[in-house]
Structure formats: structure tokens, C-alpha cells
T-cell receptor, first 114, second 113 residues
Framework: NAGVMQNPRHLVRRRGQEARLRCSPM?????VYWYRQLPEEGLKFMVY????????ESGMPKERFSAEFPKEGPSILRIQQVVRGDSAAYFC????????????FGPGTRLTVL | KQEVTQIPAALSVPEGENLVLNCSFT??????LQWFRQDPGKGLTSLLL?????REQTSGRLNASLDKSSGRSTLYIAASQPGDSATYLC????????????FGKGTKLTVNP
């Protein structure tokens, strides 16, 4: 049973470009969470999604950031018009429906903005 | 607002030593507390999960305790090994209906052979 998969593992973008980060949850998991880890900082919650629904986006920046988890396919975290301050590691986690105590984390996507 | 603090930020010990990592949180209204391990360039691996009604959890050489009323948790590692070298993260799940985890910045542990 494959774990949480994230791609790409490393992403380099120039300022002003768009970044798309993908997360495939573990098989059978319908809850997805995105966290961001800035250099020398702890992980910060961004958004919690279930299939086709955003449940909690209290940690998402108000502008340029969006997330989706469609009925089919991976969850996508989209960052428009990236700036240097967006450089960070972005982690996705998943959990099964009704069992949210343990979140299983993916390896992360390391975004570098030049 | 829940805040999680981990002390020390970094720790270097010789192999075989027993050690304690500390975690404190500002709001005692939590569902559970979890300790993770993060290796460089890798994701997080859950080590121990303590429910708010529990006092401690053990797994192999690891023991985690929780004192919810004082807002403290410790992770005890017995007979440390070089393979234990990693960053250890503490996270709490606050009460209030949210599923998000609130993390500390971590303790970077180096075990020297």
C-alpha cells in the first residue's frame, strides 16, 4: 500500500510564475491536509479538504493561494505569481474518513523561487 | 491561539545516552498530542500519539508523557543510537472542531558514534 505521494519533489520557479503542487493520498483516504514549512520554522497548517469540499482554509494566505481536491485525481495546491517568500517545503497529509487522529505525511515538495 | 514550543532547538549526545526532549503548549484544550520524526529531505513519520485522556505512550525505546493541565509533554529516548539522529517534532490537535495540527519548530538531535 503506497504512502502519500507528492510531486514534484523539487520545484523551481521564477518570480511571477505559477506553482502547482500535487498530492495523492493513501488508498482509501478521503481527507487531505496541506502544511507549509518555512526555513527554520515549524510546519504551519494551510488547508483541510475532503473530496470536492474545502473544510478549513483558515491557514491559507488570502491571495494567490488556492487548493482543490476533485472527485477524481490528486489534490492540487496552486500558487499564482510566486514570490521569494513562497520558498518553502509544502507537505501533504491524508487520513481516512472518520479517523482523523493520525495524519499520514508525504515526503513534501520543496519550492524554490528565484 | 495555541502555540507549541520545543526545547532545546538542537541537542548533540554521545551514543548510548538516555535523553529527554521537551514540548510545551499554551492551551490545554487539546484532543491529542503527537511526536513525529523528520529526516532531512523526507516527510514526517509519526512516532507516538497520546490522547488527551492518557498520560503516556511507549514504543520500543521511546516513551512520551503528557501533562495536559500544565501544558507539557516529554519524549524520552533510551540508549540513543546514531540512527536516531533526526529532527523531532511535537504537534497538538486543538479542541474546537478543527482537524489541523499545531506544530513546534522541532528539536534537531544528533547522536554521535
Amino acid at each position: 500500500n503506497a504512502g502519500v505521494m507528492q510531486n514534484p519533489r523539487h520545484l523551481v520557479r521564477r518570480r511571477g510564475q505559477e506553482a502547482r503542487l500535487r498530492c495523492s493520498p493513501m488508498k482509501g483516504h478521503s481527507h487531505v491536509y496541506w502544511y507549509r514549512q518555512l526555513p527554520e520554522e515549524g510546519l504551519k497548517f494551510m488547508v483541510y479538504l475532503q473530496k470536492e469540499n474545502i473544510i478549513d482554509e483558515s491557514g491559507m494566505p488570502k491571495e494567490r493561494f488556492s487548493a482543490e481536491f476533485p472527485k477524481e485525481g490528486p489534490s492540487i495546491l496552486r500558487i499564482q505569481q510566486v514570490v521569494r517568500g513562497d520558498s518553502a517545503a509544502y507537505f501533504c497529509a491524508s487520513s481516512p474518513a472518520g479517523v482523523t487522529d493520525t495524519q499520514y505525511f508525504g515526503p513534501g515538495t520543496r519550492l524554490t523561487v528565484l | 491561539k495555541q502555540e507549541v514550543t520545543q526545547i532545546p532547538a538542537a541537542l548533540s549526545v554521545p551514543e548510548g545516552e538516555n535523553l529527554v526532549l521537551n514540548c510545551s503548549f499554551t492551551d490545554s484544550a487539546i484532543y491529542n498530542l503527537q511526536w513525529f520524526r523528520q529526516d532531512p529531505g523526507k516527510g514526517l513519520t509519526s512516532l507516538l500519539l497520546i490522547q488527551s485522556s492518557q498520560r503516556e505512550q511507549t514504543s520500543g525505546r521511546l516513551n512520551a508523557s503528557l501533562d495536559k493541565s500544565s501544558g507539557r509533554s516529554t519524549l524520552y529516548i533510551a540508549a540513543s543510537q546514531p540512527g536516531d539522529s533526526a529532527t523531532y517534532l511535537c504537534a497538538v490537535k486543538p479542541q474546537g472542531g478543527s482537524e489541523k495540527l499545531v506544530f513546534g519548530k522541532g528539536t534537531k538531535l544528533t547522536v554521535n558514534p
